[in-house]
C-alpha cells in the first residue's frame, strides 16, 4: 500500500530497465545464438550509425528480420493485455475480470477469423491499406460486441453480479469459439490450421507490419485511458459517488469500453487469444502498490510488456525447435491465480474483501 | 439557498416525489425525516442532481441545476451517501483525495494536498492516513468519507455558497460517531453552508436540526423549526404513532418517547 504517485516512480524505473534487459536477452535467445553487443551493433547498424566490427549478415538478417519485430509485438501485446485488464477491472469494479474471460479476445478471434477464411475472396478489400485495416477493423467490431452483451448481461444499476458475468461471459466465449471452430472447419486445409493454432495464441506471425499497428494503437489508447485515470478512481467508489464528484459516468463507461476494446481487439487480430495476462498483472501490481487507476496503467504497460515477452521466448525455448502456443504457458499460470482469487473472494465476503 | 420548486419524480410509475416545494437557507442544519418510502432519499437525490425531476425545478443560488455543468456543481456541493461499496484496495488519503478531483485536472496541487491533510485533521484520523481502506472498520470507513466529502467543499466558492447533502449520515454508527458527524455537519452549516441531512432518528433531529421538514407518500405535510415540529400531533401523522414529549430542565431542545 504505496500507490502515492511519488513512490511508484522508482517501480517504473525498475520495470523499464528490467524489460530492456530483458528485450536484448530475448532477441539474442535462439536456435542462433546473436550476444547483446552483437544486438546492439546491428540495431546502431539498422540506425544507420555503422560500426568497423565484422558483422555476420545472417545474424542481422535473422534479428532485424524475425526476432526484433516478434519482441517488441509481444511487448506491445502484453502492455495491451494488462492494461485492459486493469480498465475492464475499474468499469466493472472486480478485480477477477480481464478480456479472455468476458468475451472481448474471443469475440475480437472470431472477427479475425472470418477475414481469414473468407477475406481472400473479397478481392478489392484485402488489398494495400484497407486489406492491412480490415483484420483489426473486423475483430474490433465483434469483440466489442461480445463486450457489450456481457457486460449488459452481467451489470445492473451500476453493480456487476460476478457470478452472471462469469456465466455470461461463458456462453459468449462458447458461441464465438463455436464460429471460429465452424470457420475452421469450412476453410480450407492451411487456413484452418493456423486458426486452431491461433486460438491458443501465437506470436509466430509476427512482422513489421503488424507490429507498426499494434504498437501505435497500443500507445495511443495508453495515453488516451491514462486522462481518465482519476474518473476511472471515482468509479470505484459506486456510480453514484462518482456522479457526486462531477463525473459523467455513463459517458465515461462508453469511452473506457470503446478504448478499450479497440486495444484487445487489435493485439488479438494478430497475435490470437491469450488469455490471464490481463488478469495476472495488475492483480500483483495491485499487492505491490495498490489500485490507484493512473499507477496501475502505467505500470501495467510496463510489467504486462516484460511478462509477454519473458513468457514468448520461454515458448520459443521449451520445445526447441517446435515452440509451444503462448496461450497455453499464460493459462497454466493465470488459471491458478484466478482460481486463487475467486477462493479470497468467496473467504473475503466477511472480512472485507480481496485485497484487506 | 437551495430551493426545491414544485418538484415531482416517478419511479417506475411510482410517484415517489409529489409536487414538493422548500427552501434550504445557508446557515440551518436542514433536517428531512418520514417513514421508509416517504420518498427522502429520491428528494435528496433529486437535489443533489442525480435524478433529474419529472415536473418542477431545483435550483441552487437561484439559479436551475439543469443548466449547471456537472463539474461545476460538483465543485460547491457535496454528498455523502448512506454506504459506498469500494472494495479496491487504496490508502484512506487517495480516498480522501477523491474529494478534490472536482478541483485538479490531471494532478492534484500542494494547495489540493493541504485541504485533505485538512479535512483528515478535522475529522481526527491523522493516525489512519496510510492504511489500506479495505482494512478499517465501518464507522472508520465512514469517517473517511466525510474527511473526502469535506475536502470536496473545504473553500468556499467566492460567489456562492457551499452545499453539503447527507443521505442517514447516522445509520450504522455507534452514538459517539453519531454526534461527531452531526456535530461536523451543526459547524459546517454554522460556516455559512447550506446542510440538508435525511435521518431516521427522531432524537438526533430534536437535538442538531435548525429546520425540520416531514415527508410522507412523496408529499410535504409539514415544516419548520424544532419546537413548531416536535409535537404529538404530528407523529401522529406521519407514523401513527402516540409520542410524549419531554424537555429537561435547562435542556434546549425536546425529548420524544413512543
Known sequence: MNASPGRAIPLYWTLTLLLTTTAVIAVGTGALHISPGEVLQYLLDALGIKSSLPSDPIAEGVLLQIRLPRVLLSAAVGAALSVSGTLMQALFRNPIVEPGLVGTSSGAAFGAAMVFVWGKNMGILTSGLIGDLLLPLCAFLTGLAATLIVYRLSTAGGKTTVATMLLSGIAVNAVAAAGTGFLAYIARDPQARSITFWSLGTLSGADWRGCVIVWTVTVAGILTTLRFSKALNALLLGESEAAHLGIDTERLKTRILFLNTLIVAVATSFVGVIAFVGLVVPHLLRLLGGSENRYLIIASSLAGALVMVLTDTLARLIIAPAELPIGIITAIVGAPVFLWLLLTRVQGKNAGGFYA | ?258
Request: one cysteine or more.
Open chain 2, 1 to 258: 439557498m437551495l430551493e426545491v420548486d414544485g418538484a415531482s419524480r416517478t419511479l417506475g410509475g411510482m410517484q415517489i416525489i409529489d409536487d414538493v416545494s422548500v427552501r434550504f437557507k445557508p446557515g440551518h442544519l436542514s433536517v428531512i425525516i418520514g417513514p421508509n418510502g416517504s420518498g427522502k432519499t429520491t428528494l435528496l437525490r433529486m437535489m443533489s442532481g442525480e435524478l433529474k425531476p419529472t415536473r418542477g425545478l431545483i435550483l441552487y443560488d437561484g439559479k436551475a441545476i439543469a443548466g449547471t455543468g456537472m463539474e461545476a456543481l460538483a465543485r460547491k456541493r457535496a454528498v455523502l451517501s448512506q454506504s459506498s461499496d469500494l472494495s479496491f484496495p487504496l490508502t484512506v488519503d487517495e480516498v480522501v483525495m477523491m474529494g478534490r478531483y472536482p478541483h485538479f485536472v490531471l494532478k492534484p496541487s500542494r494547495h489540493d494536498e493541504e485541504v485533505c491533510g485538512a479535512a483528515i485533521a478535522a475529522m481526527g484520523i491523522d493516525q489512519i492516513r496510510g492504511r489500506n481502506y479495505l482494512t478499517l472498520s465501518g464507522g472508520e470507513k465512514h469517517m473517511v468519507h466525510f474527511a473526502r466529502v469535506l475536502a470536496q467543499i473545504w473553500i468556499p466558492p467566492e460567489d456562492h455558497h457551499r452545499y453539503l447533502l447527507l443521505d442517514e449520515p447516522t445509520a450504522f454508527l455507534d452514538i459517539n460517531h453519531q454526534h461527531l458527524f452531526l456535530k461536523m455537519a451543526k459547524g459546517m452549516a454554522e460556516r455559512d453552508t447550506v446542510v440538508v441531512a435525511v435521518l431516521h432518528d427522531i432524537l438526533l433531529a430534536a437535538q442538531y436540526a435548525d429546520f425540520i421538514v416531514a415527508l410522507r407518500n412523496g408529499r410535504k405535510i409539514a415544516e419548520g423549526d424544532v419546537d413548531s415540529m416536535i409535537t404529538p400531533g404530528l407523529f401522529r401523522d406521519l407514523y401513527g404513532m402516540n409520542g410524549k414529549i419531554f424537555r429537561g430542565d435547562g435542556m434546549t431542545y425536546p425529548i420524544i418517547v413512543f
